[in-house]
């Protein structure tokens, strides 16, 4: 009985240890059935304004901002939604995870590619907070886009008058 007791201990604090290297390796790196967005734009405000089909001079950065639906299907605790960052200079394809940083989606909360880009009003609400359903009146243009991105890296996504795509996998 003593040597069960001490196996079933030895079994245990091995799990333990191996759980332990895998959440340190984990918090680390980026594993293959998760992803990373970064979201940027390299149009202009006239290309934007083409891109939704607005009026010529109608969007207006001071008080409007670009906003992608990541390709997610969350829960509430991970945003589903991230501003549009249009400063797209040294953009690091060889840049590496760190914790905290970013945010990873796991392939229980990833969906297929279909996604939505919005032009919203400026409201002190933060953007990971809109809900299409409860604030409608801040939208001012939407559009059903198809955004391609691979699991096992940070997905630095472009959209621009061409299309949208992976900087990286060009």
Do not use: H, R
């Amino acid at each position: 009985m003593k040597k069960f007791i001490i196996a079933i201990i030895c079994i245990a604090i091995g799990l333990w240890v191996i759980l332990k290297i895998f959440m340190i390796y984990n918090s680390n790196n980026i594993l293959s059935n998760q992803a990373i967005f970064k979201v940027y734009s390299n149009m202009s405000n006239n290309e934007i304004e083409e891109y939704f089909g607005l009026e010529k001079d109608s969007y207006d950065p001071a008080t409007q901002i670009l906003v992608c639906e990541l390709p997610v299907n969350t829960t509430g605790f991970k945003p589903s939604k991230v501003d549009v960052n249009f400063e797209v200079t040294n953009l690091n394809c060889n840049e590496k995870y760190s914790e905290g940083k970013y945010i990873k989606y796991d392939n229980t909360e990833l969906n297929d590619n279909n996604t939505k880009l919005y032009i919203l009003k400026k409201t002190s609400i933060p953007t990971q907070m809109f809900n299409e359903n409860l604030g409608g009146k801040s939208i001012i243009s939407s559009k059903t886009v198809k955004i391609s991105y691979k699991t096992g890296k940070i997905n630095n996504i472009i959209i621009s008058k061409d299309g949208i795509y992976d900087f990286c996998e060009q």
